[in-house]
């Protein structure tokens, strides 16, 4: 019996841990609660699934920590916005920080040295127009609301995406090289809302493509922070443009079968079963969450639907547009259609100069690399949604972490300006063809009702039935609200 208890504990050590033993497929009996030793051999342990849990669930590290991920506390569930909560949202970041003024808010009026070079074009909705390199927008602008007004004090990269990712202000402040400290950053927006509107136990809440960002760090505002590792992303962090594009993550070796993969299963809750028997101190508690949420992503036949492109028509492939945005768009469409809440699709996030931050050739690095595909892209995402009768339910934001001056450096590019810019919302009940807030002559700062990165977040919060008054906590037991602002109610019909 003592030798039966050393490896039950053993055993159960290796599998929480990943072991990386092979396996010959063998099935384990469902007749019995004990499995003989040689019997625990053969089958092996969860390395032999291909699955990488770090990557998958973000667990393991943040668990060594002492992130607690139950600790949080509940979010009261508000009383309804006008019309149906919405079921999900996809949120465009444009790493960087597109400008303003030569997309959206154009000012044709002011003097060269601001209004730059592109012109403004007509758009389904007399009277506002967006610029000359936006043509597939301009087709769907009855469908997109502009907020001009949106406004933080961050004007370093990683600080800013900590108020456009998450909707609040670093606690270390404006830091150019800010790092993520998962004991005390704030969640980001998917995050947030996989802890208070867990999904389908088949499905995860919330899915982060096609990379993570780094700007000489990892960008903070990626992470789900304080609330701990059972709320951090499924990261897809390959490119969906490739002909070869599969999840490694969610993929299972040629060797084993999904029949192989119940018998791990068994084997799991058999040993679970044992441990309690035997009184082995270690492994009486449950086999972790993370696994058994593992195992349901490798069983849900909605989530290995929607992550393969391959059965995808290729008159719609080509309408986002064959790069790795453009497929990323589509790909966080299908996801919202397998019952995903909350899709991050990160666009242009390398270092150099693959992104928006443009201090040099402002309108040759727009006009020829960023605006093309990603007008593309997110005009066939709202186009889509609208015609898969999705677009009601999903609300669609275009976000950069800022916007860019209004004045031109003697380079020909705009530098960093968070005084005022611009976002793009979509769907999710949201009056399209209009516009809320305003920015001054030259788009510097507000002029009409200013909009916080708070106001944002609160408005993604209500739109999913959520109060944003309601309160979370980090490992400490510390209150915060779930958001800081107050939703854009004019905005939405």
Not at 160 to 170: D, F, I, K, M, Q
Not at 273 to 295: H, I, K, M, N, P
Not at 382 to 389: K, M
């Amino acid at each position: 019996m003592g030798n039966e208890s050393d490896l039950t504990t053993q055993r159960l050590a290796e599998l929480r841990l990943g072991s990386n033993q092979h396996t010959t497929g063998a099935r384990a009996s469902t007749d019995s609660s004990r499995i003989p030793r040689r019997r625990l051999l053969q089958i092996g342990g969860l390395g032999a699934l291909g699955l990488n849990l770090s990557t998958l669930l973000a667990a393991g590290e943040r668990r060594a920590r002492g992130a607690d991920p139950t600790s949080n506390g509940a979010t009261a569930v508000a009383a309804a916005p006008s019309g149906k909560p919405i079921r999900s949202c996809i949120l465009v970041f444009l790493y960087g920080g597109p400008s303003h003024l030569d997309t959206w808010d154009l000012k044709p009026d002011a003097p060269r040295e601001v209004r730059g070079q592109f012109a403004p074009i007509a758009t389904t909705v007399p009277g506002l127009p967006v610029a000359e390199h936006l043509p597939h927008c301009a087709k769907v602008m009855e469908h997109l609301a502009i907020v001009r007004s949106v406004h933080h004090p961050m004007r370093n990269h990683n600080s800013a995406a900590v108020e456009a990712l998450s909707g609040r202000t670093p606690l270390r402040g404006d830091l150019e090289l800010l790092a993520n400290d998962p004991a005390t950053d704030f969640p980001c927006y998917g995050s947030a809302l996989a802890h208070s509107l867990p999904g389908a136990p088949l499905v995860p809440p919330y899915v982060a493509l096609p990379h993570i960002m780094y700007n000489v760090v990892m960008l903070p505002g990626q992470t789900a922070g304080f609330l701990g590792a059972a709320h951090e992303p499924l990261r897809v962090l390959a490119d969906p443009n490739r002909s070869d594009f599969r999840v490694p993550e969610l993929s299972l070796p040629n060797s084993l079968s999904l029949a192989d993969l119940d018998a791990r299963q068994r084997l799991l809750d058999c040993i679970d079963a044992q441990s309690r028997q035997l009184g082995a101190v270690e492994a009486t508690q449950r086999v972790d969450a993370f696994y058994q949420r593992a195992f349901s992503l490798l069983h849900s036949r909605e989530v290995r639907h929607a992550l393969d492109l391959g059965g995808e028509d290729a008159r719609t492939r080509d309408r986002y547009g064959r790069t790795r945005f453009g497929q990323s768009l589509l790909l966080a469409r299908r996801l919202v259609e397998a019952g995903v809440r909350f899709v991050s699709v990160y666009d242009h996030v390398t270092n150099g100069l693959d992104n928006w931050d443009t201090h040099v050739d402002n309108f040759g690095r727009l006009r020829d690399q960023l605006l093309p595909p990603s007008d593309r892209g997110f005009a066939a995402l709202v186009s889509d949604l609208l015609q898969g009768g999705l677009l009601d339910d999903t609300l669609v934001v275009w976000i950069g972490e800022f916007g860019r001056t209004p004045q031109i450096n003697a380079s020909g590019g705009r530098d960093h300006w968070p005084d005022c810019f611009s976002v793009v919302l979509s769907g999710g009940g949201v009056r399209g063809g209009t516009t809320y807030g305003a920015s001054d002559k030259i788009g510097a700062y507000p002029a009409l009702d200013p909009v916080s990165m708070g106001d944002l977040a609160a408005t993604l919060f209500w739109r999913f039935g959520l109060d944003p008054e309601s309160v979370i906590h980090d490992g400490s037991g510390r209150p915060y609200r779930l958001a800081e602002g107050t939703p854009l109610r004019r905005l939405f019909a």
